[in-house]
């Protein structure tokens, strides 16, 4: 399982924290140290299209209405935080976010 998240972040923090206390230890990419790798941009676009982008985020807010213009896969190679979170990548598929319908693909009750 890789784990597509930002340290900082709230969410992605419970997402871990709870995948842990179910024994499972995701590969963690911090998409702001890390970045996000090309085929991974591919995947997350595949996967998600323009729902990947997070247009409520204090990055989202900072861009130009030409930057914002940009194609998804564009966006997310130039403002990888722009990605909505976290994106885990399993067995199971890709999900994106932390609500109780991806928490169920993980989490035994």
């Known amino acids: 399982m890789r784990f597509f998240g930002l340290k900082s972040c709230d969410t992605c923090r419970k997402a871990l924290a709870a995948l842990h206390a179910q024994g499972i230890t995701p590969q963690v990419i911090d998409v702001r140290s890390d970045g996000l790798?090309?085929?991974d941009i591919q995947a997350i676009v595949m996967a998600f299209g323009d729902a990947a982008i997070n247009r409520a985020s204090t990055t989202w807010r900072g861009l130009s209405e030409d930057a914002r213009a940009q194609d998804t896969a564009a966006l997310l190679a130039a403002y990888?935080?722009?990605?909505?979170?976290?994106?885990?990548?399993?067995?199971?598929?890709?999900?994106?976010?932390?609500?109780?319908?991806?928490?169920?693909?993980y989490l035994r009750s």
């Open 80 to 105: 990888p935080t722009l990605m909505k979170r976290p994106v885990i990548a399993s067995d199971a598929g890709w999900t994106i976010g932390w609500k109780p319908d991806v928490q169920a693909k």
């Open 37 to 39: 790798h090309v085929d």
